[in-house]
């Protein structure tokens, strides 16, 4: 069986003169999470517009499961869930109302509706909630009724706008993890601008800016896509600054942030680590901590903008 359960191939698409996104290509993976970042109008939305079968590319393939969406969009959608930006949600109907109605619009077999509604509820922790109506749910329930709407014909995918987007922080950290859960056996593409939600919640990233795909790769990688160039050091007894300069030539700058401690500049590769830490021990520097500081995902995110920008 195919390792990949949507397939994006060359998707460009342009609303009128200027082209929106061009030549996107990636594949998702049949269980964990995937973030789609960018900055605003990178086109993120037109991407997940034609993911879902809301807008057709004006160039490009998506496959679900296989199934080509363009040529096959209602067997295709059967294998997909949608949680928009704005849930749909119906305030008026309970939550038992309303995920009958989008149960039935997923074509779930009539036989199956009862288990399939409990099911999901059962999984976004709302089965309490059954004959609430909606409106009169908190907003981190609300965004639990809209999962459990994506949910409910158990997509092999699923697509999620900004989830976490107006949660006070406790249902963030529970919608986090309501997310994951579902992740566990099935795909989910995420859309976010909070990196905090990146790095929290996916394992695959995929970044486009000025409609251009910018990066691919694992969280790990994206964590890492800068080169760390400082540590910082605090030792019981540590040498005189000259002598820390001279630990390799590869040293840039040494400067003293505390009392025992100092952020150490260089150019080039970790060895320059190694060659601290060696010296540290061979002098009895009563080397206590030792931290690479690596860049932020802010850093990251704003480096991958600017080199599309300068392009
Ligand atoms: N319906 C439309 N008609 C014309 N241009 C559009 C339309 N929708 C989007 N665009 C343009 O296409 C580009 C990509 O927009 P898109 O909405 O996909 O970006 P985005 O990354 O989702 O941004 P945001 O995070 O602000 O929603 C932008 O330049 C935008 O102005």
């Known amino acids: 069986m195919n390792d990949s359960v949507v397939e994006v191939i060359g998707l460009s698409h342009r609303y009128s003169e200027q082209w929106a996104i061009s030549n996107i290509s990636f594949e998702v993976k049949r269980n964990g999470i ?10 993120k939305s037109t991407t997940m ?12 393939q998506v496959f679900i499961n296989g199934v080509d969406l363009r040529k096959h969009p209602e067997e295709a959608k059967r294998f997909l869930g949608f949680l928009p930006q704005k849930a749909p949600l119906f305030l008026d109907l309970t939550v038992d109302e309303y995920l009958n109605h989008c149960a039935v619009l997923r074509s779930v077999p009539s036989n199956s509706i009862k288990n399939a509604i409990e099911d999901a509820k059962a999984r976004c922790g709302i089965s309490h909630f059954s004959k609430r109506l909606i409106g009169n749910l908190s907003g981190g329930y609300q965004q639990r009724v809209g999962i459990a709407q994506a949910i409910v014909h158990s997509p092999k995918f699923v697509v999620l706008d900004e989830p976490t987007n107006g949660l006070d922080p406790n249902q963030i950290v529970e919608v986090r993890k309501l997310i994951k859960e579902i992740a566990e056996e099935r795909a989910v593409l995420l859309s976010t601008h909070i990196l905090s939600e990146v790095q929290a919640t996916c394992d695959e990233i995929r970044m486009v800016e000025g409609g251009k795909m910018v990066f691919a790769g694992s969280m790990m990688e994206f964590d890492n896509y800068i080169e760390p160039d400082s540590f910082l050091v605090s030792m019981y007894s540590a040498p005189s600054m000259n002598e820390l300069s001279a630990v390799s030539n590869n040293i840039t700058s040494v400067e003293k942030v505390g009392i025992e401690s100092f952020r150490i500049r260089y150019l080039g590769s970790n060895a320059v680590v190694n060659s601290f830490l060696q010296l540290s021990v061979l002098g009895d520097w009563g080397l206590y901590e030792l931290k690479i500081e690596k860049s932020s995902l802010d850093e990251i995110f704003a480096k991958l903008s600017k080199q599309t920008e300068n392009k």
Request: glycine share 28%; with cysteine; hydrophobic share 40%.
């Open 34 to 43: 995937m973030g789609l970042l960018g900055s605003n109008g990178a086109g």
């Open 49 to 60: 517009n034609i993911i879902c079968g809301a807008l057709n590319p004006t160039v490009g």
